[in-house]
């Protein structure tokens, strides 16, 4: 998997750890507060998904510019 697509993965779960956390938002604010702790969770887990792909993003750029020796 090249740069770009760990970059389009990343915008991708991004995307949803931010749907997630306004669910989790709109639970807290609204009647279901006990549905607010695992929407709040899975967006822990998508943002850290996004985190890992944005990594190995970096790393493949540092590899493609570091001279081979």
Known sequence: ???EAHVKLAD???TKAEKLA???ENAVRGDGP???APYAAA???WD????THLLIAE???AADTTPEG
């Open 12 to 14: 991708e779960a991004v």
């Open 22 to 24: 306004g669910w989790a």
């Open 34 to 36: 006990h549905k607010a």
């Open 59 to 61: 790393a493949k750029i």
């Open 43 to 45: 967006g822990t887990l």
């Open 48 to 51: 850290s998904i996004a985190r």
């Open 1 to 3: 998997m090249n740069r």
